[in-house]
């Protein structure tokens, strides 16, 4: 409590800071894809009202549903729902940091000759194979299946490096 302020204005500034500390967690999880919400850790009933908010299609009703989701927000322990969206945004944002690495890798190693010596995993032996094979392809057109599997091998060597 603060010198200046009654006991009442205290109370209710904790109230306003918990009714806007559920309303940004209802927020997040309204907009939350379908399979992040899956690997979030909560318990059933809470899932099935998030899930029943999420299917109302009418913007009013669907920001009631919102509400009422916060308000049942208030009722569970907020501090672990929060720490596993913050896991959640922040592995999203390694996850894409990754894939863009590996996009960058496969362009080089597909247009440069010399690229394979500096690849952080090494020049391995399914390497230089798949980058022939991803030129190969890149001349004569044909779609893009050797170039995909370079990037998961080089996406799933990045991911062993981190």
Known sequence: MRDDE???????RQRRVA?????RIARALMQLPAPAL???????????TIEAARAIPSPIARRRAERAL?????RVDLGEIDT?????????????????????????????????GEFPAGNAEPLPTLVANARRERDTGKPPGAARALFRHVLAQLKQRT
């Open 6 to 12: 009654s006991r009442r204005a205290a109370s209710r």
């Open 84 to 116: 596993a969206l913050e896991n959640l945004q922040a592995g999203q944002v390694d996850d894409s940091r990754l894939f863009h690495a590996a996009e960058q890798w496969r362009a080089r190693l597909i247009a440069e000759d010399a690229a394979a």
């Open 38 to 48: 899956a690997k979030l850790a909560i318990d059933d009933e809470l899932r099935e």
């Open 70 to 74: 916060a308000g049942e927000l208030r």
């Open 19 to 23: 009714g806007d500390r559920s309303a």
